[in-house]
């Protein structure tokens, strides 16, 4: 396969992304995926301060940060207005624009992205809403395979009491209104999480990633992040 | 591929596709207009036109940030909302739908600009074939004239100078449209192209795509049942109020 680097171990998901080889990319590309309330945000934020002080460059991307459709896709969320697969093709847009602008080049000067949320987010939220994983996986084969993948496992009801705790409400699409599964946004909230999470448990049987209890404390999953990438960096 | 008919769509879908230049927006124009005037349900759509991601595509085309993946992903999403929000429920209730432009355009250019056709076909993959592909071929020599004369100035990405072709957009212009051509013309057979002469007279055009369709589609089904729209209402007149006031009684 010509997206595959022995030497690295590196290689696209599926056809990749053209005029771009594998083995330019010697950064190290470390995703923390998980729901809103799994403390994702926190321990990246602290993954980064400890990365930082021991010498090594990163960069951080996440869902919805490109420059050239967040904030379309920020107004078409909030009209609720598009159907399914012009929001996935949206989100996929904002995923490559992110990938090609910020990742790639960070990849290639040996730089640590950070990656809060992957691909894996929004395939489970669309293969949530009823799409062919067949046609999510050929349109996410632009991405690369990250050197770790972490998903912070939360239980729902664990997960609503954080958000609560943080906001006093729940967010609509977090609970995944747009199903109508229920009229009741805490209903609706844990019926979703549930879905969420057993569709992440089947990704990774396919993906691999490392699944880790953050029911937990902060400290305590800071401190098996580290262990883990740590041996990660010393190429163990 | 299905079509929509072999999908039992109770509309038709009808595309034109060639390069720009070839003067295929004049013909599905024309063809639209006869179509309105036979008092049939139709309906048109334009490629990359959808509101609500325009504004994405021109700023990532005014800010010349768009990859050959980007690019890609934005028009198939522009595609989308169009298919999903328009062209399907249009289908659905029975309309003919004439698109300027479909997939295939998607095809052509964004695999001559190195996108793995798998990949983009793939994405693609949720729309249906239409009932009636025109392909408007014309001498690449005539419909870079009719472009270059209308317009002084190529648009970056339109002239493909995201490809390094050559420093010269015209130049650039010539060969992107050249390798486009090459693409459709690779396609036509799998997708059932019916290949127009677009260096012929516009109005003679004209003449055998309205034969095509009519000899193609079975019109009458898609006439309206009003051929108008009904005039506004008239105020009521003295003999209604009378016929209301008995009826009340």
Known sequence: ?236 | MKTFAELNFPGRLIAVEGLDGSGKSTQIYLLKRWLEAEGIKVYFSEWNSSELVKSATSKGKKRELLTPTTFSLIHATDFADRYERHLVPLLRAGYIVLCDRYVFTAFARDVTRGCPPDWVRGNYNFAAQPDLTMFFKADLEVSLNRILEGRPKLKFFEAGMDLNLSKDPYESFKIFQGRILEQYMAMSKEFNFVTMNANENVEKQQVIVRKLVSERIDLKKFKRRSPLPLPPSLPPTVEDKEELEDKSV
Not at chain 1, 40 to 64: A, C, F, M, Y
Not at chain 1, 73 to 91: E, I, M
């Open chain 1, 1 to 236: 396969m010509k997206n595959f680097d022995l030497k690295n171990g590196r290689r696209f998901y599926g056809h990749g992304i053209p005029h771009i080889k594998c083995e330019q990319l010697t950064g190290k590309l470390i995703v923390v995926e998980g729901a809103d309330g799994s403390g994702r945000s926190t321990q990246i934020i602290r993954l980064v301060d400890w990365l930082e002080t021991n010498g090594h460059p990163t960069v951080q991307v996440g869902l919805k940060r490109s420059s050239l459709v967040s904030a379309e896709l920020d107004k078409a969320q909030q009209g609720n207005v598009l159907s399914r697969t012009t929001l996935a093709l949206f989100y996929a847009t904002d995923f490559a624009d992110q990938l090609e602008n910020i990742m790639i080049p960070a990849l290639k000067a040996g730089f640590i992205v950070l990656a809060d949320r992957y691909i894996y987010t929004l395939m489970a939220r669309d293969m949530v809403r009823g799409m062919d994983e067949k046609w999510l996986k050929n349109l996410y084969g632009i991405a690369p395979e990250p050197d770790a993948v972490f998903y912070l496992s939360v239980e729902p009801e664990e997960l609503v009491q954080r958000n609560l705790s943080k906001t006093a409400t729940l967010d609509y699409w977090e609970s995944g209104m747009d199903l109508g599964l229920s009229r009741n946004l805490f209903e609706s909230f844990l019926d979703y999480q549930t879905k969420m999470q057993s569709t992440f448990h089947k990704l990774q049987k396919t993906y691999g990633f490392d699944i880790v209890d953050a029911n937990r404390s902060t400290d305590a999953v800071t401190k098996e992040l580290r262990k883990k990438i740590g041996a990660l960096l010393e190429g163990k």
